[in-house]
């Protein structure tokens, strides 16, 4: 006669969560060349409900490789990139200017003094060239 089984531990998850994501001060992105090389940059995030949103230079490399692919890994990371945990596969998606407006808005709040310095200085780059020098990025995880 078989034993009887003992109940099973939940399992623990495989990497972070979006709630720890976002509590980080830092994101590592890694986006993909057209090549398969990854490049992970360090970003500041916002939770935004069930996504992340991140703010770059519109020029940026991050901009050109997540039109040629979505597919990214993230982790939470220190300002110079070093990863504070595991990575986890997520999808970008560019936003527009509206939202990319928003996405610097609540940037501005979250990051205060530091935060209102870079927005200004994207503004004001954007009044001298008369395009859009910001792109807002929104992140989900696959649920």
Same mark, same amino acid.
């Not at 792109?135 to 995880?141: K, Y």
């Given at each position: 006669?078989?034993?009887p089984?003992e109940?099973?531990?939940?399992?623990?998850?495989? #990497?972070?969560? *979006?709630e +720890?994501?976002? !509590?980080?001060?830092y994101?590592?992105? =890694?986006?993909? /060349? /057209?090549?398969?090389?990854?490049?992970? =940059?360090?970003?500041?995030?916002?939770?935004?409900?069930?996504? *992340? %949103?991140?703010?770059?230079?519109? +020029?940026?490399? !991050?901009? !050109?490789?997540?039109r040629?692919?979505?597919?990214?890994?993230?982790?939470?990371?220190?300002?110079?990139? %070093? @990863?504070? +945990? #595991?990575?986890?596969?997520a999808?970008?998606? @560019?936003?527009?200017s509206?939202?990319t407006? %928003?996405?610097?808005?609540? &940037?501005?709040?979250?990051?205060? @003094?530091?935060?209102? @310095?870079?927005?200004?200085?994207?503004? /004001?780059?954007?009044? %001298?060239?008369?395009e859009?020098?910001?792109?807002? &990025?929104?992140?989900?995880?696959?649920?």
């Open positions: 006669m078989a034993e089984m109940p099973m531990e939940p399992m623990e998850p495989t #990497g972070p969560t *979006l +720890s994501l976002a !509590k980080g001060k994101l590592s992105l =890694t986006t993909y /060349r /057209r090549d398969g090389t990854a490049v992970a =940059t360090p970003v500041w995030l916002v939770r935004d409900g069930d996504a *992340l %949103r991140v703010i770059t230079q519109a +020029s940026s490399g !991050k901009v !050109k490789r997540i040629n692919n979505s597919s990214v890994l993230i982790a939470s990371c220190d300002s110079r990139g %070093r @990863l504070s +945990s #595991g990575q986890v596969p999808v970008a998606t @560019l936003q527009d509206a939202e407006m %928003r996405t610097s808005a609540m &940037i501005t709040r979250r990051y205060g @003094l530091l935060g209102r @310095l870079l927005m200004w200085r994207s503004a /004001r780059a954007a009044r %001298r060239t008369g859009p020098t910001a792109a807002g &990025i929104s992140i989900t995880m696959p649920t």
